[in-house]
Structure formats: structure tokens, C-alpha cells
């Protein structure tokens, strides 16, 4: 009712309570699993935890449009999460098949299986040149009626090439440059296509991003002056100085440059 600002804001404040659950269930269980980084998961669950309660005693009205703000921007932020997770899901499992081919390559050479499922996640990463050279001159050694399907797939392959799919990879440790077909570096003898996906899943640090964008946010423009309106002024100016650095220090984690790979790329 609208004479009664009071109960819609105590509906309000049950209702933010799902989507932060959801939050709060989710970051937990991908710093767990390690999809982002602990420190930033654990900090983004407790301030959605922080915001939860804020809107449910209200210390201050006039935070609220703030307060309701943080929670939308959770929500925003949500789908975007959930598809960095699904990607980096796949490219896991992808790294992984691809370690046991590159292990049965080096066992045996020439594998036709291992050597095809190495050229589809190539394929799939759009390295469509090096799909196809790895997967020709194998593919040749046997009859084609054996392999029919597996030709089909790598002519299909073919008709997509395009002029820029053609360049060669460079190598992560040695930075010699590989042309397609290489599945171990000539300069170091580097697996140069899973240390490739490799860098690939550790520079998807997007979801990371992310969550540092939103925290950093939620913690200057809804922390600072929640802590500057609810606590005496000295204890409040040390907490404005913590969420200042909280939020300088979570951004500059997250947005630093994985020196490793932008200096070996
Ligand atoms: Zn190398």
C-alpha cells in the first residue's frame, strides 16, 4: 500500500534475498572450483550478503535506490557469469582431451583418433588452417573407405579456410613461429596446441572482471557512505579508506595483465 512505505520495503527487502542466495551460492561454489579467483568470489558473496542485510533494516532511506541498485546490477551481471562459466566448462573439458591425445600421440605417432581430436578442438577454436594440416596427412596414410567420415569433416574444414586462418602460431615458451601443422613447437618441441588452449582458459579472466567490476562498485558508491552515515566519524573514516582500497585493490587484481602470457604471445 502506498500510505505504508514500511511493509513494501519489508516485502522488498524478502524479495532481494533470491537473487542474492543465487549470488551468494554461486560465487562461493566457483571460488571453490576455482573458476574465479577465491579471495574476489568470497569478498563478492559477502558484500551481496552486506547489501542484503542493508536493505532489510534500512539504516538510511536514502540508500535505498543505491541499495536496490547494487542488487540489479547483480542480477544484470548474471547471464553474462553464467555464460563465462559455461565456456570455460567446455574449454576444460576441451584441455583435457586434448592432453590425453597429445600424451597418445607421443606414445604413438599418427594416432588417427588422437590426431582428429586434436584437429576438431583446433577446429572449434577457430585455428581452421592448423585443423586442417593436422588432420590431412594422417588421414592419407589410411584407405578412404576406412575413413570416410573423418575425410568428410576435414574437406568441410577446407571450404571454410580463409586467408587470415593461415598464420602460423607462435610458441609460448621459445616464441618460435610454428606453421600449421605443427602439433609440437620445431623450435622447443612445446605441445604448441594445448599450451594455445591452455592460455586461452587462463586468459579468460573475464568472469574475474566481472565480479571485481561489480564489488569495486558496490563498495565505493553503496560501502562508503553506508559506513559514513551508520558509524561515529573516526571509525567511519577509517572504513571509507578501507572500501577505497578494497575496491583500488580488487580492480587492480583483476584488471593486471597475465605477465606470462602478454610477454611470451
Ligand atoms: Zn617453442
New binding site residues.
Given amino acids: 500500500m502506498i500510505d505504508s512505505p514500511g511493509s513494501i520495503m519489508s516485502l522488498m527487502g524478502c524479495a532481494v534475498w533470491l537473487p542474492i542466495s543465487v549470488w551468494v551460492f554461486s560465487l562461493i561454489s566457483w571460488s571453490i572450483m576455482g573458476e574465479i579467483d577465491a579471495g574476489i568470489g568470497l569478498l563478492g558473496a559477502a558484500l551481496g550478503i552486506v547489501v542484503g542485510v542493508a536493505i532489510m533494516l534500512q539504516p538510511n532511506e536514502q540508500l535505498t535506490p543505491l541499495l536496490l541498485l547494487a542488487v540489479f546490477s547483480m542480477v544484470a551481471t548474471f547471464p553474462a557469469l553464467r555464460s563465462y562459466h559455461t565456456k570455460r566448462e567446455f574449454a576444460r573439458l576441451d584441455i583435457q582431451a586434448m592432453e590425453n591425445a597429445y600424451e597418445q600421440l607421443s606414445l604413438r605417432p599418427g594416432n588417427l583418433g588422437a590426431t582428429m581430436r586434436i584437429a576438431r578442438i583446433a577446429y572449434q577454436r577457430g585455428w581452421v588452417a592448423h585443423a586442417v594440416a593436422i588432420a590431412e596427412p594422417t588421414l592419407s596414410q589410411y584407405p578412404q573407405v576406412v575413413v570416410a567420415d573423418d575425410l568428410r569433416e576435414m574437406r568441410a574444414w577446407k571450404n571454410q579456410l580463409e586467408p587470415h586462418h593461415h598464420h602460423p602460431m607462435t ?1 609460448l ?4 613461429s610454428n606453421p600449421p601443422g605443427q602439433l609440437w ?1 620445431k ?4 605441445p ?1 596446441l594445448l599450451d594455445h588452449a591452455r592460455g586461452a582458459w587462463l586468459g579468460t579472466s573475464s568472469a574475474r572482471r566481472l565480479v571485481a567490476a561489480w564489488l569495486a562498485g558496490v563498495a565505493s558508491l553503496v560501502g562508503i557512505p553506508l559506513a559514513a552515515s551508520l558509524l561515529p566519524g573516526p571509525i567511519a573514516a577509517v572504513f571509507v579508506v578501507l572500501f577505497l582500497a578494497l575496491s583500488a585493490g580488487v580492480l587492480w587484481w583483476a584488471f593486471r595483465t597475465n605477465r606470462r602470457l602478454a610477454s611470451k604471445s
Avoid: T
Avoid at 173 to 176: L, T
Avoid at 187 to 190: D, E, L, P, Q, Y
Fill in positions: 610458441c615458451e621459445c616464441s618460435s613447437c623450435g622447443c618441441r612445446a604448441i
